[in-house]
């Protein structure tokens, strides 16, 4: 399993990655599609209208979302208060959808950085684009310059993000060279979604050495371990290359009994992760 967190400026094109992605075969999990369903629920109304007046509602009783932005992007305090009572709750949900999803997720959060990265995270995307690009693409909301940087001014910078970021991607250019730079960046990340773990019970120290060199040496595993005691071989590899191990393998213990296991990875090193993506470009 891969989760790739996604985030980018307003206007970048983090909406446009998520589509090219789930279109490749991605389960998208949206932090702003579970902000929306908690500010359904009567418990954040109840708070946020306890906290800032009638005012923040509706005539019919619902947030009044373009009066509870008009308060959070003016005062950091209670944009602050908004994010400690809203983000904590969001990042459970969606560690609860990730953890009923198998293959590739891509978990779009725009606040991934500020808020820290989740521990269920494996790698991380940022797109960013030029400030007039991004005021083309939020005309449609009536957003000017003014109310982009309101809602951008106590996010980090840009540089800080692409520093903090696996990947970047500048939305500069016509919507095909996005789109062909995500199909892309999609085949790498779907073979390190296909990761296994192989492990190989050897029947001496001698003959683990030799699985380990041999499947090291044939450059379809990016690394080999052996066991404190010697006797057990583990290695990643992509779910292609399973076969070509086991033969490789088979070569060298030609006999019956020998034990070889392939098992799904909940977790996988970053390192190995880049390594399965490495040469998928095309």
């Known amino acids: 399993?891969?989760?790739?967190?996604?985030?980018?400026?307003?206007?970048?094109?983090?909406?446009?990655?998520?589509?090219?992605?789930?279109?490749?075969?991605?389960?998208?999990?949206?932090?702003?599609?579970?902000?929306?369903?908690?500010?359904?629920?009567?418990?954040?109304?109840?708070?946020?209208?306890?906290?800032?007046?009638?005012?923040?509602?509706?005539?019919d009783g619902t947030p009044d979302h373009a009066a509870i932005s008009r308060i959070i992007f003016a005062d950091e305090i209670e944009y602050r208060w908004l994010c400690d009572v809203i983000h904590p709750k969001v990042r459970e949900i969606?560690?609860?959808?990730?953890?009923?999803?198998?293959?590739?997720?891509?978990a779009e959060i725009p606040l991934l950085?500020?808020?820290?990265?989740?521990?269920?995270?494996?790698?991380?995307?940022?797109?960013?684009?030029?400030m007039d690009l991004r005021l083309s693409r939020n005309s449609a909301r009536g957003w000017g310059p003014e109310e982009i940087e309101k809602r951008e001014r106590w996010l980090f910078e840009g540089v800080k993000k692409q520093n903090m970021a696996d990947f970047v991607l500048a939305n500069n250019g016509s919507p095909g060279m996005l789109e062909c730079e995500a199909r892309n960046l999609a085949r790498g990340f779907l073979a390190a979604s296909s990761i296994i773990r192989i492990s190989i019970n050897a029947f001496s120290v001698d003959e683990a050495r030799n699985f380990r060199d041999t499947v090291y040496e044939s450059g379809l595993v990016p690394e080999v371990r052996i066991s404190d005691t010697g006797s057990l071989v583990t290695a990643f590899?992509?779910?292609?290359?399973?076969?070509?191990?086991?033969a490789l393998i088979g070569r060298i213990h030609a006999g019956e009994g020998l034990q070889i296991s392939v098992s799904k990875c909940v977790s996988v090193p970053k390192h190995i992760l880049l390594w399965a993506m490495e040469g998928t470009e095309s």
């Open 1 to 59: 399993m891969l989760v790739v967190g996604l985030t980018g400026d307003v206007g970048a094109g983090k909406s446009t990655l998520s589509n090219i992605w789930a279109d490749e075969g991605a389960h998208v999990v949206n932090a702003d599609a579970v902000v929306a369903e908690l500010w359904k629920t009567e418990e954040l109304i109840s708070l946020a209208a306890s906290r800032w007046g009638g005012e923040i509602l509706s005539e």
């Open 94 to 106: 969606m560690a609860e959808k990730v953890r009923c999803l198998d293959g590739w997720v891509v």
């Open 113 to 130: 950085f500020e808020n820290g990265v989740p521990e269920w995270v494996d790698l991380t995307v940022y797109v960013h684009a030029a």
């Open 237 to 246: 590899a992509r779910q292609d290359s399973i076969e070509r191990v086991s």
